[in-house]
């Protein structure tokens, strides 16, 4: 187990030798040559990417660029907005003129290389300047930045191969192959732990999901068992309201008969107080008037009772006297 441990780790030393460039190292002169052609191809892409940048900001490069790559980058902005305008007018007119148009294109298309050929001569002649261009932060278009950076990674692979020999390159290619069949073998184990993964999970999921609808449905006969019994409960009470509310209905309907009768005794109740008390003072009256009666009848009695007595007396006098007392009596 140790030495194919050791074994593995030795091989993937040298895969990561054979796949990262910063191990390869050039050992001819013909591999310097073409490496050198590659990578001025990509300083070269990088600064023709960098032309319509420099020419919208003329300007301020004006003095570091000098009246030569001035009016170089001038003479492409022309060159470009005449390719730009054969463009359009291609595109708008018919076949026939677009056949005309094919000629001055390819013209202009070939003064336009030109063009690029001596601003990049201009700028390589001068180190620092491209050296200062390139560290301004300018966007690149997305096209351009993907192609610069494909050309890299052939520059890469152009330099495995140059400093591959056969034999390595066998070794290069069994070592792919193997690294080929590892990936296989792990793809294929991970595609295994993914199925018994997936079908853990749908199994696990279909025990959640059976739990849960067991739980939901003890949830719904739960409910439906309280509703129920409330439904019960309710109905109680509404028998019980429904017979109390009757009950007060016929209580209310008694009230009201209760209430006229006890409104008549009252009223009858009133005026026999009424009566009462009319009587009560006609009999006042009467009685005072009985004590009236009774009081001049006894004084009248009284009075009658006394006067034969004075009569007698008064026998032995004058008549004359006499008659006027009877008189003044009878007053």
């Known amino acids: 187990m140790g030495t194919e441990a050791a074994e593995k780790a030795v091989i993937s030393v040298d895969a990561m030798k054979v796949l990262d460039p910063r191990w390869l190292k050039p050992n001819?002169?013909?591999?310097?040559?073409?490496?050198?052609?590659?990578?001025?191809?990509?300083?070269?892409?990088?600064?023709?990417?960098?032309?319509?940048?420099?020419?919208?900001?003329?300007?301020?490069?004006?003095?570091?660029?000098?009246?030569?790559?001035?009016?170089?980058?001038?003479?492409?902005?022309?060159?470009?907005?005449?390719m730009e305008h054969l463009l359009v007018a291609a595109e708008e007119e018919g076949t026939a003129e677009a056949e005309e148009q094919r000629g001055s294109l390819h013209l202009l298309e070939q003064h336009l290389k030109c063009s690029v050929r001596n601003i990049l001569r201009l700028l390589l002649a001068i180190p620092s300047l491209c050296k200062a261009l390139k560290y301004e932060v300018w966007a690149r278009e997305p096209a351009t930045e993907a192609f610069i950076k494909a050309f890299g990674e052939f520059r890469n692979f152009m330099l495995e191969r140059l400093l591959t020999s056969p034999t390595k390159e066998e070794e290069t290619v069994q070592l792919m192959e193997d690294i080929s069949l590892r990936i296989n073998k792990n793809t294929e184990t991970i595609t295994a732990l993914q199925a018994e993964l997936a079908a853990a999970i749908r199994a696990q999921d279909e025990e959640r999901k059976c739990r849960l609808e067991t739980e939901i449905l003890n949830w719904?006969?739960?409910?439906?068992?309280?509703?129920?019994?409330?439904?019960?409960?309710?109905?109680?009470?509404?028998?019980?309201?429904?017979?109390?509310?009757?009950?007060?209905?016929?209580?209310?309907?008694?009230?009201?008969?209760?209430?006229?009768?006890?409104?008549?005794?009252?009223?009858?109740?009133?005026i026999n107080e009424e009566k009462k008390k009319q009587a009560l003072e006609e009999l006042a009256v009467l009685t005072l008037a009985a004590t009236r009666i009774q009081a001049f009848w006894r004084g009248y009695l009284i009075r009658s009772t006394f006067k034969p007595k004075k009569k007698k007396k008064g026998k032995g006098k004058g008549k004359g006297k006499g008659k006027g007392k009877d008189k003044k009596e009878k007053k």
């Open 28 to 82: 001819s002169i013909e591999t310097e040559r073409i490496l050198s052609v590659l990578d001025e191809t990509i300083a070269k892409l990088e600064l023709s990417s960098l032309i319509p940048r420099i020419i919208g900001s003329l300007d301020r490069f004006a003095d570091l660029l000098g009246p030569e790559i001035t009016a170089s980058l001038m003479e492409y902005q022309q060159l470009s907005n005449q």
């Open 220 to 270: 719904i006969q739960a409910y439906d068992t309280d509703m129920a019994e409330k439904q019960a409960e309710f109905e109680e009470v509404h028998a019980a309201y429904t017979k109390e509310k009757a009950e007060l209905s016929l209580l209310m309907e008694k009230h009201a008969v209760l209430l006229q009768e006890y409104s008549q005794i009252e009223e009858e109740r009133r």
